[in-house]
């Protein structure tokens, strides 16, 4: 069973940079490829950065790009999105995502079987 966490959320202001972590309490997250997506209020549930089982793919939303990345150390089953240059429309709910389809990384909400609960980041101007 797959149980993911979030943390590393918080407030920051425009420029600033965070680190948020997703860690999985089970043995297999090295099994399953991972995603960021986010929610803003009002807005839907959106893609930001995925990676797959191995780390040797990665693929970021436009709107990231260059300034997020996306990393798993499978060792900590745990995989990190270093966001840097926040922006104030990078404030969102942050959510982690485990996808079966391991070897690959998918945009889509319904590629992804598990979620955590989700991590805010307020950005202010």
């Known amino acids: 069973q797959v149980q993911l966490a979030e943390s590393g959320g918080g407030l920051a202001q425009a420029g600033d940079s965070l680190r948020l972590s997703c860690a999985d309490s089970?043995?297999?997250?090295?099994?399953?490829?991972v995603g960021w997506f986010r929610q803003a209020p009002g807005k839907e549930r959106e893609f930001v950065a995925g990676?797959?089982?191995?780390?040797?793919?990665?693929l970021y939303a436009e709107s990231v790009k260059g300034r997020f990345t996306i990393s798993r150390d499978n060792a900590k089953n745990t995989v990190y999105l270093q966001m840097n240059s926040l922006k104030p429309e990078d404030t969102a709910l942050y959510y982690c995502?485990?996808?079966?389809?391991?070897?690959?990384?998918?945009?889509?909400?319904?590629?992804?079987?598990?979620w955590g609960q989700g991590t805010q980041v307020s950005v202010s101007s």
């Open positions: 995502a485990a996808s079966v389809y391991a070897g690959s990384v998918s945009t889509r909400l319904s590629d992804y079987h598990y």
């Open positions: 990676i797959s089982w191995s780390g040797a793919h990665t």
């Open positions: 089970g043995r297999t997250f090295s099994s399953y490829a």
